[in-house]
């Protein structure tokens, strides 16, 4: 082999492994990009959208000053840092549409106070309906029934779960669907059509928690993260999803979203059982300092207040409250005096104001109930006992099935309302 041939050779190696080397480093296929982490903007509550301020243009010169001022004051806000976002003039209320330090208003004009212009909205109150029959006291009127929670595969999750020894497990979103099937006919008998949020125990929502894992990135552990996640899913993006169904496809006069209450229970297989037993209702009010400077429940508190819904719901609940003591008896529920974020509703021990999701999002009057507690020694009992008709013997007393007699209480309320407001 010529000492030229061997050169040449070599030079071709070099040039070979460098070519290599050189698209080694300059044409790798490049690595999948990550999906988008989803981000979180200060302002605004979690899944929230920006809202569309526009949409209370509608309500300019609906409502004096006066109003304005006391129901935001001694209704909607339990604290003064409202101050910070709405500016109240003599002629319009100057509303923040985004941060503490933002620069966009939004203007609200009063109306003077001696004018009363009927606040815009798509469902009408009790006093607005067309005089019925006593037998159809809720004709016309369209009711949205929210069984509270999902229950099913999805409780133990929510925490809304616990079993007692050898007992049936107590899910509260399988008993809230339970009463809702058997309100509806009950409603539909007195003339409303009635309509499930849900019908089964599942969510409504599409999301699920692993696709709100990049939401929960600011927890500092796996487990904290995963924890977050699933309650952005049940807690969060269910409601959500809930008010979309109801806001956009039913469109009710009325929405009602039945609960049972709770007190600590521990360890949900080795659960305390309480002799507390009590009642209580949640209006839309009380907005916390916090909530105020989140921009989307600020509108939403003053699309709430503008609408005037809250009047309509406490005299909804009023009824309602008044129909539940009568049937079970039970006391009312009291809130540690130092609780920030709720506010009685004066001359009615049962009634409170609270800032909820659904009965911020809920684009109509809501009636959020807390009867029972269901880990009380009584409503243990009787939700152990189950469905049934007529009466048995529980805990010493002749009872009714405690789902029938929600259901009951809930459909009296509503009838004795609507009949005294809509007499033929």
Not at 63 to 76: A, C, N
Request: charged share 20%; with cysteine.
């Amino acid at each position: 082999m010529s000492k030229n041939f061997k050169l040449t050779l070599t030079l071709l190696l070099i040039l070979g492994i460098a070519g290599i080397a050189y698209r080694s480093a300059f044409f790798r296929p490049k690595t999948p990009p990550s999906s988008p982490t989803p981000s979180v903007t200060r302002d605004l509550s979690m899944l929230a959208s920006r809202p569309d301020w526009s949409v209370l243009e509608p309500f300019q010169n609906t409502i004096s000053g006066e109003d304005f001022e006391r129901l935001i004051s001694t209704v909607f806000t339990t604290g003064e840092k409202w101050k910070n976002f709405i500016e109240i003039t003599t002629s319009e209320a100057r509303i923040k549409t985004g941060s503490e330090a933002s620069n966009e208003i939004f203007h609200l004009r009063f109306s003077p106070s001696t004018a009363t212009t009927p606040a815009p909205r798509h469902w009408k109150t009790a006093a607005e309906l067309p005089a019925s029959t006593l037998a159809k006291p809720l004709a016309g009127i369209r009711i949205a029934i929210d069984p509270g929670h999902i229950g099913g595969e999805w409780a133990k999750m929510e925490e809304r779960w616990f079993v007692l020894g050898s007992g049936k497990p107590v899910c509260e979103g399988d008993m809230t669907l339970q009463v809702a099937y058997l309100l509806k006919p009950r409603l539909e008998a007195l003339g409303a059509t009635a309509s499930l949020v849900r019908e089964k125990n599942a969510p409504v929502t599409p999301l699920r928690p692993a696709s709100l894992l990049a939401l929960a990135e600011a927890s500092t552990t796996p487990e904290a993260r995963e924890k977050y996640a699933e309650r952005l899913f049940y807690r969060t993006a269910e409601i959500r999803a809930r008010a979309d169904l109801v806001n956009q496809i039913i469109k009710p006069d009325l929405v009602l979203c039945l609960h049972f209450n709770a007190e600590g229970w521990g360890n949900p297989n080795n659960p305390i059982l309480t002799d507390h037993n009590h009642l209580h209702f949640l209006v839309n009010g009380a907005y916390d300092d916090d909530e105020i400077a989140l921009a989307d429940q600020r509108f939403a508190l003053l699309h709430k207040l503008l609408q005037r819904s809250q009047e309509e719901e406490i005299a909804i609940s009023t009824s309602l409250a008044k129909s539940f003591v009568t049937i079970t008896g039970l006391p009312p529920y009291q809130y540690p005096p130092q609780s920030t974020n709720v506010r009685p509703i004066q001359g009615n021990p049962y009634l409170w104001a609270r800032n909820l999701l659904a009965n911020r999002l809920y684009d109509c009057p809501v009636i959020f109930m807390e009867p029972y507690v269901m880990n009380s020694t009584t409503a243990y009992a009787r939700i152990q006992a189950g469905d049934y008709e007529g009466l048995r013997e529980i805990a010493g007393t002749m009872r009714p099935s405690i789902f029938r007699e929600y259901a009951d209480a809930v459909a009296t309320g509503l009838s004795h309302h609507y009949a005294a407001l809509r007499k033929p």
